[in-house]
């Protein structure tokens, strides 16, 4: 006896929250977490709270199935009861600048170092200007060069005194002193020395010569008179200078937490600052001289005693939660910026710049793991980092570096940071098989499902998350058959009445898109007719392609019949998916047989056309007719089954009932109804199987038989399986209630092959043989005749 088909309330399942007494989901209190991730999140917390090196998380899920905003929020409001971060500053290493040093400060204190210590440049910028112009400065610079310069003149004079005691004379000339005979308190014409006596000359010539020895002692002793001058000078300039810095210095320690680092720096910056106290004898500007005053272009000369703020962090912030959505190598680990000057590039400790890493330092650091590997070194980089806990900032340039680039070495940073990656299954799995590394470093996995089950309990939840989402979006408040029509389309995106789609971001859009409707239709609530326009919205936005192809079926370019009866020819039912629509389409399947070698031929398989399901699908089948019919004579069937007017790719096994179907009908000859759609696929025993898409699918088929008009005779042939996936429009619900239409749900050949039919299958008997008249003795005597002729043929051939 033929089974009945489905009911209309089997294809669809209502939601009824009038037992929760609101009206609007203004009345509903909202959740705090992500429902039905229980799991995930407990997951989350063991590895925010697990301490030890390795127990960083990977956050599995997909798209829009809020783990981002869940795993956030968590973490954020963990964060607060913990400490800020450091702070973290670098600064000159006077001894060697090419190896800047970095300094850890208490939360805060990194901008208050930086401010105290461009006070003191501007304090002593204006101070030692003062104070070098001042008369006290002045006095005793002149006076130690009036002391020196009179030891110069006295060295001179001696030498001139020995001069006039030689009747001689010591003389200032354009190129120096010289030492000449007298006559009369003035030089000596040469005329008149040359007139002189011999004896006379000769006497003259050797005073010379002995004053010159006293002269050249005296000018050998200048440069060592005067670099004693600078030594006095610099003496004197290095008290002053002292006296300012020990002043300045004090007042930046003030209020200071000491540490023995920053004590030991500003001790080097206090002997620098002396040394080079000259820096601040004038503005930075007229330092630079002429020309323009951009860093870029002219260096700044105080740049040295600097603070580079590195890192810094609000003390009452608590941990850091940083999110990196463009993990580059340089955004991840730091980056070292450079100036261009005169044709070469420079940089100093200044131009470090943080990375990631450095900023969620004592925190956590979220980052998306498919853009991570998207970006070249950004991996290695992060693995480097968790397995020293240290930062190095690092760039691939480094190893080209060129002459024409002077770079720096900075100190690597200590890091004790909790790194959170998100992504897929597909990408998880693919790491933990392809890098050692992964599973010693992300040692904990939080997987976020993304359908939960729909009962009583849940559909409250799922209820206040709706109401959830139109508070946090600022939507208008939805009313109660709004937020049951909201649920049940939840349950059609995961093709099952028995359970909900988890994923927030797709809740969250029909939310929008319905608060948009309801604004364009004046409403204050939205309403249920709200969300279905914006559901409808959504399909006409979507669907051009769909149109298109059911315009041609419609036309008959596609053949596709609705009516009638025809025999190895049956409706097969797939699902396109394009972008974010998907929509069920019919096919023609035809299946042709004759006395052969036992081989049924898939067509699409010989062309390279049919995927490996599809294969699997067919095989399966030929196992099905083998052991089903004629076992006791050799395989003697020849067929061909192909998908008519398919011109690109088939995988999956959903048409492989179908195909047989075809075949049956086909071999025994009987007819089959072309009203009917069937999809499904089947295993050796003869049981029919779930697929995907049964509303899709389903859909699609309608849609035809209604365009073409309904004539009460057709329907969709669905495994028995895929009943509780039903939900179904209500253009087919009420066309199934006014018995326009029908579904069957079949669980075995034998009784899909009954509905197409009209014949039943018929079951062996204790004899061995199938009923007179039924699909399978028409079958197995077709199967038997093959087998015969094929005898025959191969006697007339011997």
């Known amino acids: 006896m033929p089974i009945s088909p489905l009911t209309v309330d089997d294809l669809y399942r209502h939601t009824d929250l009038s037992g929760l007494g609101f009206r609007t989901t203004k009345d509903l209190e909202p959740v705090d977490t992500l429902i039905g991730q229980d799991r995930a999140l407990e997951a989350v917390r063991f590895a925010a709270r697990m301490r030890g090196r390795g127990y960083n998380l990977f956050v599995i899920g997909p798209k829009g199935s809020g783990k981002h905003a869940a795993v956030r929020g968590y973490l954020q409001e963990r964060a607060t009861r913990f400490p800020s971060g450091d702070d973290w500053v670098y600064v000159n290493d006077f001894k060697d600048p090419h190896r800047p040093i970095a300094l850890r400060l208490p939360p805060g204190e990194g901008p208050d170092l930086h401010r105290r210590i461009e006070k003191l440049i501007s304090d002593l910028t204006a101070s030692v200007a003062a104070v070098l112009e001042g008369e006290e400065y002045r006095g005793r610079r002149e006076a130690i060069d009036q002391d020196f310069a009179k030891q110069g003149e006295q060295a001179l004079e001696s030498v001139a ?24 308190g003035k030089p000596m014409a040469q005329e008149k020395f040359n007139a002189l006596p011999e004896v006379r000359r000769e006497r003259l010539q050797a005073s010379i010569q002995e004053v010159q020895a006293l002269l050249r002692d005296a000018l050998h002793k200048a440069p060592l008179l005067e670099r004693d001058r600078q030594k006095a000078i610099r003496a004197l300039n290095d008290s002053v200078a002292r006296s300012l810095v020990d002043e300045e210095i004090t007042e930046v320690r003030q209020g200071l937490t000491p540490t023995e680092e920053l004590a030991t720096w500003l001790a080097a910056l206090e002997e620098d600052l002396i040394e080079k106290i000259h820096l601040f004898a004038q503005p930075p500007e007229a330092q630079q001289g002429p020309g323009p005053t951009d860093p870029a272009a002219a260096p700044d000369p105080q740049r040295r005693f600097r603070v580079n703020v590195f890192v810094t962090h609000d003390p009452e912030a608590g941990a850091p939660v940083i999110i990196e959505d463009h993990p580059t190598l340089g955004r991840l680990v730091g980056r070292i910026e450079y100036r261009a000057q005169m044709g070469s590039m420079l940089t100093d400790f200044t131009l470090i710049r943080p990375g990631a890493l450095h900023c969620a330092n004592g925190g956590y650091l979220l980052i998306d793991a498919r853009k991570l590997l998207q970006q070249p070194f950004a991996w290695d980089a992060l693995k480097r980092a968790l397995y020293n806990a240290r930062v190095s900032i690092e760039s691939p340039q480094d190893a080209a570096t060129t002459a024409l680039a002077v770079s720096i070495q900075p100190a690597d940073i200590p890091l004790a940071v909790k790194v959170v990656l998100f992504g897929d299954q597909q990408l998880y799995h693919t790491l933990a098989a392809a890098d050692p590394d992964f599973a010693d ?16 309990e849940h559909d409250v939840l799922y209820a206040r998350l709706i109401a959830t989402i139109q508070a946090n979006e600022t939507l208008r408040p939805f009313d ?16 099952d009445r028995e359970r909900v789609t988890t994923r927030v971001g797709l809740i969250a859009d029909l939310m929008r898109e319905s608060d948009y409707q309801a604004r364009e239709h004046n409403h204050k609530v939205v309403v249920e007719a709200d969300v279905e326009a914006a559901l409808e919205a959504y399909r006409r936005r979507s669907d051009r392609i769909e149109r298109r192809m059911r315009e041609q079926i ?9 009516e009638g009866a025809e025999v190895g020819q049956v409706n097969g039912l797939s699902v396109l998916q394009l972008g974010t629509h998907s929509f069920g389409r019919p096919t023609r399947i035809t299946a042709r047989v004759r006395p052969g070698n036992g081989k049924v031929v898939d067509i699409e398989r010989e062309v390279e056309l049919g995927g490996p399901l599809h294969s699997k699908g067919m095989l399966i089948l030929q196992g099905y007719l083998a052991a089903t019919y004629a076992t006791d004579v050799p395989a003697s069937l020849q067929a061909s089954v192909v998908f008519e007017q398919s011109y690109g790719g088939v995988d999956g096994d959903s048409a492989s009932s179908t195909e047989l179907y075809a075949l049956l009908s086909a071999l025994s ?9 069937v999809t499904g696929s089947v295993n050796q025993m003869g049981d029919v199987q779930a697929i995907g898409g049964v509303n899709e699918k389903i859909e699609g088929f309608f849609d035809i038989c209604a365009a073409r008009g309904l004539t009460g005779e057709q329907g969709v042939m669905i495994p028995a399986a895929n009943t509780r996936h039903l939900m179904l429009k209500q253009e087919v619900r009420d066309a199934v209630k006014a018995r326009k239409f029908r579904i069957w749900a079949v669980s075995t050949i034998a009784e899909g092959i009954e509905i197409l039919t009209g014949v039943p299958a018929g079951p062996r008997g204790a004899d061995r043989l199938y009923p007179d008249g039924t699909i399978n003795a028409r079958v197995e005597a077709r199967m038997r005749d093959f087998a015969e ?3 025959r043929f191969a006697a007339r051939e011997a």
């Open 480 to 495: 109660r058959k709004a937020v049951e029509r909201v649920i049940e389309h939840c349950s059609r995106l995961v093709a």
């Open 441 to 456: 470093l992300f040692k904990v996995a939080a997987d976020f499902d993304d359908i939960m089950e729909r009962d009583a």
């Open 161 to 184: 005194a020995a001069a006039k005691e030689r009747e001689l004379l010591l003389v200032r000339t354009e190129q120096g002193f010289a030492v000449v005979p007298e006559d009369g």
């Open 789 to 791: 002729t094929r005898r």
């Open 669 to 677: 000859e009987v007819p089959i109804r072309q009203g009917i759609a």
């Open 554 to 562: 419609l036309a008959e370019t596609m053949l596709i019949d609705t």
